[in-house]
């Protein structure tokens, strides 16, 4: 095998990787949120953090680790749709909900794998 082929098929491995654990991270934001709205009949948000008592809003941090993406995408679509966030706005918005959806991601691949449950 030449090095340049070596070389590709590592990289390309690991962009595969982490195309995998962003796409992950999102589907499980996507379902704990509908999950959520499901059961409440009110769609998840942050204000969980400040609703209730101090044992609540606790237990509301472990939830919002992994729906933050979807809840980011989310209000940025509905501003964007009243007409309040502009292209920059939307952009950090997206580069925040990636990066915090390939970290969860990877967490959950990473648990997934250590279960039996994913071949890595």
């Given at each position: ?52 008592e101090r044992n609540q809003a606790l237990a509301a941090v472990p939830f ?36 915090w959806s390939l970290m969860s991601g990877t967490v959950v691949v990473m648990a997934l794998s250590s279960i039996g449950?994913?071949?890595?």
């Amino acid at each position: 095998m030449s090095p340049e082929a070596l070389v590709f098929s590592l990289v390309w491995s690991n962009s595969a990787q982490s195309l995998l654990a962003l796409a992950i991270g999102f589907a499980v934001a996507g379902l704990l949120s509908s999950g959520y709205q499901m059961l409440t009949m009110q769609p998840a948000s942050f204000r969980l953090l400040h609703e209730g008592e101090r044992n609540q809003a606790l237990a509301a941090v472990p939830f919002l680790l992994f729906a933050a993406p979807f809840i980011i995408v989310r209000y940025t679509i509905r501003l964007s749709q009243v007409g309040r966030g502009g292209f920059g706005f939307g952009m950090m918005a997206a580069l925040v909900a990636g990066f915090w959806s390939l970290m969860s991601g990877t967490v959950v691949v990473m648990a997934l794998s250590s279960i039996g449950r994913l071949v890595a």
